[in-house]
């Protein structure tokens, strides 16, 4: 049997490193493109250090708005305890149990049942659910997704997937740049002293193309693999929270199991919530996901408890017990 703490640790280990790759990638293909423009080191370091600034500019804009940008893009409308009382009494339960303020609380008025969590820090952080998750689940299993989204705010992954986010952005804005340049201008850099080409900044703009075309899929995908790790580590830290991972089996095999689309969830929001609206159980590659295949998530919770592994078919059967 694995132990939680074990699980969480791994977890954390994975999204550390993969968020390294990212920002190694990110100032090689960097350098790379700056020394195809300019000839030399040294501007191929005066290229990097603008790319990343403008990352960062962007950031700071995400970081103070981004929140409600996507709570409104959801139609989500805030809450107060009168009206949705044992709610707030779970989510003030999973603020207590995780050591974090209390969170507003939004409600989205949607049949199916999803939930997710946004906010730069827990002193400014949002937990929306819909109505669809309020209809379907039992207290037990509601306490499972507020605290898988709780773990979230405590983990910083909000935090986490911005800065992911922005530098594989970055990237993208680099490539698209580089390729633009070389279409207008045919690739031509910087002269030497004699008037003749650099062979080295020639090999430097052949290597600048492709990396433009492949730097982009491959940190896209080291994205996504970033996302699905802080869904394995928002589950263990969830079963911490409640002590409980059963209540969050069955709830992740009733949504994941439920047939109703969710309307106001789209690409750009899709990796929130707690279970990805736009595909459920099965259908698609994992490598392209981001979340982890809903049997994998199950599983990962049976091992921490000794029970045996499910089978795919029998999420449906786990979504009907009570």
Known sequence: MVSLYDEEAANRRNSVLLVAIVMIGFALFGYVIGYALTGDSGGALVAVAIALTLSIVSAVGSYFGGDQIVLKSSQAQELSRRQFPELFDVVEEMATAGGVPMPRVYLIDDPSPNAFATGRDPQHASIAVTTGLLRRLDREELQGVIGHEMSHVRNYDIRFNLLVGVLVGGISLLAQFFLRWTFWFGGESRRDDRGNSSLI????????????????????????????????????????????????????????????????????????????????????SALFSTHPPIVDRINRLRRLTGDAPLERRAVTALASLQ
């Open 201 to 284: 900044g020639a090999i430097f703009v052949l290597l600048g193309l492709v990396l433009s075309i492949l730097a982009p899929i491959f940190t896209t995908l080291v994205r996504l693999a970033v996302s699905r790790q802080r869904e394995y580590l928002a589950d263990a830290s969830s079963v911490e929270l409640t002590r409980n991972p059963y209540g969050l089996e069955r709830a992740l095999a009733k949504i994941a199991s439920d047939p109703e689309p969710l309307s106001v969830a789209n690409g750009a929001t899709q990796h929130m919530y707690i279970v990805n609206p736009l595909k459920k159980v099965g259908g698609g």
